[in-house]
């Protein structure tokens, strides 16, 4: 040993800083997305014009811009990349997943959408409907889980 890494080693080691760093912004990016109809929800049960309703357009813009925003291009860039590196769309497991963030990305667009005429007043959704929608990146969540590590296909 003389202390110097090999070509193969040091590109192991940097697969793997790839994929920890990946799996840090999946979570930061998906904690975001559990909070983020759960503010609407509460911004939508406050009075129109209230100062209660001004502090939910905050939080709601601090979350997307400061959390959820910047994770998901991380999430993707990493992503992509740990695709590069090991050649997962030769894989079915890795088509199922892709088609699934894809859906989810849709929906994280929808729910920034949401938010910012949520911020200009318009409640579109009820209450139930956001409750209902609440619950897509927990179940997404699960199947990607699943099918990147069990990789049944
Ligand atoms: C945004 C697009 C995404 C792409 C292109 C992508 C791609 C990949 C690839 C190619 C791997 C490497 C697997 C390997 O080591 O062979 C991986 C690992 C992983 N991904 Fe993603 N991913 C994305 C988003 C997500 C999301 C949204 C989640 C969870 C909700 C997720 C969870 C994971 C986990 C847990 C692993 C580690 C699995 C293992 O130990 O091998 N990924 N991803």
Do not use: C
């Amino acid at each position: 040993m003389n202390g110097s890494l090999d070509l193969g080693t040091a590109l192991d080691l940097t697969y793997l800083w790839i994929k920890a760093a990946h799996i840090i912004f999946v979570i930061f990016w998906i904690a975001g997305m559990f909070m983020l109809p759960r503010f609407y929800i509460y911004h939508q049960e406050s009075t129109p014009g209230s100062v209660e309703e001004q502090r939910w357009i905050e939080r709601e813009k601090k979350l997307r811009n400061i959390i959820i925003t910047p994770s998901i291009v991380l999430v993707w860039v990493l992503g992509l990349t740990l695709a590069y590196i090991t050649e997962a769309w030769t894989q079915g497991w890795f088509h199922a997943k892709f088609a699934l963030v894809f859906l989810l990305s849709g929906y994280h667009g929808y729910m920034v959408g949401y938010g910012k005429k949520l911020a200009k007043g318009e409640r579109k959704a009820s209450g139930k409907a956001l409750r209902i929608m609440n619950e897509v990146p927990g179940i997404a969540t699960a199947i990607i889980v699943i099918l990147v590590v069990v990789r049944p296909f």
